[in-house]
């Protein structure tokens, strides 16, 4: 089946400690996505790719890094640049212009 | 800067009870307008985009509108199997054009 799989779905962070979460796509999707959730809020923007080897930052990229060395694959990580690094990310993809996103089944960061 | 507001914030409504949830927007200019749901725990699921005022869309028990400041989800007879939180999204004109605005989301109960 295609679609989008994160992994871990839950992952702990030790203080200094950088961690790197996964997302890979079996669509065939050129653009790909990295959203953060935290309660009571809507998703926000951290990073997004629109094709191999290039990505731009979101609203939120202050303490995260990206790269896009495959079109399957948008690696994340938290940084411990990232004093607030608790909250639930998502990653999508999508075939790019006005068609939607699709989204995998996050993963939950939370700090030891 | 676009911006999405959801009301009401939660919902709940007995087995057989419709409803609507409204999502207001302001966007220099719509590209489409996105419906998901979230099950907790879980990604999004994508439900519908609409691209202009006056489009409708249908699913099961779902029916999405939209006019140039606000678009609808209405809920026919809903079930249990409904509850979740529906979030609505724009992807505007300006800026990247990849990018999609969220707004916080409805959490929906339908009570057996």
């Known amino acids: 089946d295609g679609g989008i799989t994160q992994s871990p779905k839950y992952l702990f962070r030790k203080e200094g400690q950088n961690v790197t979460l996964s997302c890979e796509q079996n669509?065939?999707?050129?653009?790909m996505y990295w959203y953060r959730q935290d309660p009571g809020q809507g998703l926000r923007l951290i990073y997004y790719?629109?094709?191999?080897?290039?990505?731009q930052k979101g609203d939120i990229a202050e303490g995260y890094s990206v790269s896009r060395e495959k079109k399957e694959s948008f690696p994340l990580t938290v940084t411990s640049a990232q004093k607030n690094p608790t909250a639930f990310y998502l990653c999508?993809?999508?075939?790019?212009?006005?068609?939607?996103?699709?989204f995998g089944d996050g993963t939950r960061l939370s700090i030891l | 800067e676009d911006q999405v507001t959801q009301s009401p914030e939660a919902l709940r409504l007995q087995e057989g009870e419709s409803s609507s949830l409204n999502c207001s927007y302001t966007?220099?200019?719509?590209?489409?307008l996105f419906w998901y749901r979230q099950d907790p725990g879980k990604g999004p699921e994508f439900l519908f985009t609409?691209?202009?005022a006056g489009e409708e869309k249908e699913k099961e028990r779902l029916k999405a509108t939209l006019t140039k400041k606000e678009s609808f989800l209405h809920i026919t007879a809903p079930k249990p199997e409904d509850s979740a939180t529906y979030l609505c999204?724009?992807?505007?004109?300006?800026?990247?054009?990849?990018?999609?605005?969220f707004g916080s989301g409805t959490q929906l109960t339908v009570l057996p």
């Open positions: 999508a993809s999508s075939a790019g212009g006005a068609q939607p996103q699709h």
């Open positions: 669509l065939n999707h050129d653009a």
């Open positions: 790719s629109q094709i191999v080897n290039d990505f």
């Open positions: 966007v220099s200019g719509l590209r489409g």
């Open positions: 609409l691209y202009s």
């Open positions: 999204a724009v992807q505007g004109l300006s800026g990247s054009a990849r990018q999609l605005t």
